[in-house]
């Protein structure tokens, strides 16, 4: 059972290698965008904890800032 | 309507939603690959084969699919000059590529076993080879050109030269002779695929059509703080 699943009489090399090939883009793709994600969530933090506490109260007001600052470990 | 659009507005759903996309994708994904591999029948002609098709076919109907969104939403955004909609065209275009190239080469690897070449410049491959290139000359056109208006009009022009593409991409079975077959779904009239390789099909193309999502989510979400970091240096 299990050696037929792998060889799957002769076609074995073929189907896997495409399965894996889309895994691989799959997986890559995922952590390409998320260290983007990240990068620019900390650039973020970062300029957030330099402003003054006038500046930094101002930037709060606005609802996505909030949620940034709000979501910070997520996804 | 479009008011609704607004960043402001749909920011605290899109930053959110993707822990809960990415764990409903690795269930349907989990569910696929078990239908795919194991309990989906082999093809009285191609043999186990034909198990590639359950990944070729999905990410060719998505990567189709996304460009078309990718053009409808860019024309609308020109017209009507709204940058959401080009913010969102942008964020659905990484994975519209890699399901070009999973499509591309998860077909060149069915090739090989079933029409003895691993590439054939035929009318479908060629179209879809095409239809990749424009992808690229999309993402790189947001890279080269920072001056907003100018990039919103190139990226609309390559979306709309590109758009004529994809009809022939799905016509370029029944107008030449290619090695490509012809479709075995169809909407309008009867399927001649069978419900044991058609419900694996339609669980793959979930999966993908999620992950896709958790990708433009992500994305998306990363462009708005880009925004946000640019509004930050301006205070």
């Keep these: 059972m299990i050696n037929e699943l792998i060889t799957m009489n002769g076609y074995g090399l073929h189907v896997w290698s495409a399965f894996a090939f889309t895994l691989l883009s799959f997986v ?8 983007q994600y990240t990068k620019e969530k900390n650039k973020f933090l970062i300029k957030f904890g330099n ?8 930037a709060k007001s606005q609802s996505i800032n909030k ?6 470990s997520r996804i | 309507m479009f ?24 269930i349907i994904l989990s569910i696929g690959l078990v239908e795919a591999l194991v ?3 082999e093809d009285y002609k191609q ?3 034909v198990r590639i ?40 275009a990484p994975s519209g590529f890699v399901f070009n190239i999973i499509a591309l080469v998860t077909g060149s690897i069915w090739g090989k076993p079933t029409w003895g070449t691993w590439w054939a410049w035929d009318a479908r491959i060629t179209s879809m080879l095409i239809l990749g290139l424009f992808y690229l000359m999309y993402l790189i056109a947001w890279r080269i050109y920072q001056d907003s208006d100018r990039v919103f009009k190139i990226t609309s022009i390559i979306t709309i030269i590109g758009i004529v593409n994809v009809p022939i991409i799905k016509y370029s079975v029944d107008w030449w002779n290619t090695l490509h077959q012809p479709a075995s779904i ?40 880009k925004i946000k970091n640019k509004g930050l240096d301006r205070l």
């Design chain 1, 51 to 58: 402003l003054n506490s006038e500046r930094a109260s101002f």
């Design chain 1, 67 to 72: 949620e940034i600052l709000s979501n910070t």
């Design chain 2, 53 to 92: 098709m359950y990944v070729h076919v999905p990410a060719a109907w998505i990567t189709l699919g996304i460009f078309s969104a990718i053009t409808f939403l860019s024309v609308i955004g020109y017209i009507f000059k709204l940058r959401n909609f080009f913010l969102i065209s942008k964020s659905l």
């Design chain 2, 186 to 225: 169809n909407i309008l009239s009867k399927s001649s695929i069978h419900i044991s390789m058609m419900f694996p099909l339609m669980i793959m193309t979930a999966a993908f059509a999620l992950f896709s999502l958790l990708i433009f989510l992500m994305k998306y979400n990363t462009e708005l703080i």
């Design chain 2, 3 to 26: 008011k609704y659009f607004e960043p402001n507005k749909i920011f605290s759903i899109t930053s959110r939603a993707p822990k809960y996309v990415l764990f409903l994708f690795i």
């Design chain 1, 28 to 35: 890559s793709l995922y952590v390409v965008i998320k260290i």
């Design chain 2, 47 to 49: 043999g186990h084969s």
């Design chain 2, 39 to 41: 309990l989906s029948p």
